[in-house]
């Protein structure tokens, strides 16, 4: 419903803020007031008269309080604008108007890509912050040229919005931001919606830097972090665009689907083949079709979401799932390996050389038949007693184990431990086989689970890398990562490599077994992973993401927030915004681990500086 901008309507916001509401109006001709909370800043776009410019508008719609209105209206806005002002003035000790302006397509006096429209002498602070940090932009084959002139045009003439008397009565700073359009085709005025994007998200931080120098100094608001100052209130797209690429996410088990259901048998039909024939891997049914979910996928209007990092999120999922897709419908032919490669990486040199270095370093595998095997009844009641620990911090948790004939070892699925009926699981390894599978794989599904926003859960693109690395990590601080996982490891890189490069699957798996002396249940083990569905290179991550979690912690970084769901490392600023912004709450689940006094000193290590062959020297 259109609002019209009346004195009752002013009234009517002015009374929702005084009371600590949200304010969110449609205003006439397209208008929208969104006032997130009380803030003592308010941003501004005024469509020119005649001209819709929704490219520029677009840009204001990243704040938490903001108004999208026309020229024409500039009388009604001045009363409303002034009302709003001088309450939150009133209630802040200080209020800051910025207004956003697109620069004329053939305005040749100023070339530059931002001017900054200020007082010539007071708080050049602000000013001088709102420069700086638009002229760090950062944009390939666009050189970023800011420059600074006197606000007196926003304060003179018919479209003035506050006399300068009228701003010092109420103790409010008036800025202007003019943006040269470069996101737009001069003359057709047709948008390039990948640079306006990318624009829109830095003068969206640039602004809010700016305003944090204002409100800390000037008023009596002091947020922690200038990321405070973003949206807290979510719109009910924003939700239900997650609940639409979760219910599809939800629709497929992704690492069952691309695992054998016939792996003991495909053994033994290797074996009397005398490993020269690649064996027949059989998988399950495939329950979607894929060119139906990627049609429900695309029909999401990811565009509806304003908030620039929520829109980056699910733009992310969005472009994930289509490649899981191409994956599933791709099963059991060249091309999935292609797929794979988008999703999961490939190995570069330097990984490559770690690998190769561990299998240099420990040539000999111990000898299998001396381990002592725990049963598998005996390590499910290990699991649930696992669970059940981190259950008492989290009582939704619904977790549990299932033992299972059509799995081969462990995978944790929708938050669920599977176990399978043959698995050989070493008995000196069990602790460390349940903190990776419960005390990470579990821990974070559910950590995911308890914040509002789903994709935590179900899980950002490539957060296997960091997922894994976690997992691994948690093995070593429980005293469970031996030479041997430390090898097979390894083992998985190599042989990604040369999937990669082209190798059948009986020249990696006689690679293991005779170059690198695995056993032989162990190198086709090994082998199958790699070469299942096609060629899956996510066996790559687990070393791949030891070795980048290493070099996180040892530049003083802390575990803890990695916590929070299933998140790539990229992630930990978007999270620690929303955060800030109090979209995301405080992490209910800890690891076991993470309480142990005696694993401190291990942290405390790693936080030092360790590489991957210091893990074996405790």
Known sequence: MTDTISDIFI???VRSLKRGRQVRRRLPEGGLL?????????????????????????????????????????????????EIAKAMADEFGAFMILELLAAPDDSAADSSTFRVLGPEEALPATIRTLKNELASIKISNLPVTVTTASNQTLLEGPNSLMSEEELKKHSTLMLGLELKPIYRQAGSGQVYPLLQRTLRSHVSSAIKKAVFDFVRVQTSHHPKHFQALGRQAVVPAVWRIDRQLTSISDQFRFLLLV??????????????????????????????????????????????????TLAYLFRDKRRELDKTLTMLADRNTPHFLYSSL???????????????????????????????LIPVDEFATLAEREIAYLKSQYPALESGVDIR??????????GRLNIGTDAKIPRHRAEALIQHEVGTHILTYFNGKAQPLQQLYVGAPGYEELQEGLAVLSEY????????????????????????????????????????????????????????????????????????????????????????????????????????RQVLRPVPIRPRYLTDPAVQPKLEKLKAGITVFNLLEN
């Open 11 to 13: 009234k009517g916001i």
């Open 405 to 414: 004939k059509d799995i081969v070892g462990l995978i944790v699925s929708k």
């Open 477 to 580: 601080l429980v005293g469970g990562l031996d030479q041997d996982r430390l090898r097979i490891l390894a083992a998985r890189v190599v042989t990604v490599h040369h999937l990669i490069k082209g190798c059948s699957f009986s020249d990696n798996f006689l690679r293991l077994k005779e170059e690198y002396r695995f056993s032989e249940e162990t190198a086709f083990n090994v082998t199958m992973r790699v070469h299942r569905g096609g060629g899956l290179t996510k066996d790559a991550v687990y070393l791949r993401g030891l070795v980048h979690l290493l070099h996180y912690l040892k530049e003083g970084n802390e575990l803890e927030p990695l916590l929070i769901g299933k998140i790539r490392q990229e992630y930990i600023p978007i999270v620690q915004e929303l955060i800030y």
């Open 259 to 308: 695992t054998p259901i016939n792996a003991d048998e495909a053994w033994e039909e290797f074996r009397v083949k005398r490993f020269r024939e690649a064996p027949n891997f059989h998988y399950r049914l495939m329950p979607i079709d894929a060119d139906l979910l990627k049609r429900k996928l695309y029909n999401i209007p990811i565009e509806k979401v304003e908030d620039p």
């Open 34 to 82: 969104h006032i997130d909370r009380p803030l003592p800043f308010l941003v501004l776009f005024r469509h020119p008269a005649g001209q819709p410019d929704h490219a520029t508008a677009d840009f204001v719609k990243a704040e938490a309080a903001y108004i999208i209105a026309r020229e024409e209206q500039t009388p009604e806005l001045r009363q409303l604008i002034g």
């Open 342 to 372: 988008q999703l999961f990486g490939g190995v570069d040199e330097q990984l490559l050389k770690v690998a190769e270095g561990i299998l240099a370093a420990i040539p000999e595998p111990a000898r299998e038949k001396d381990v002592p």
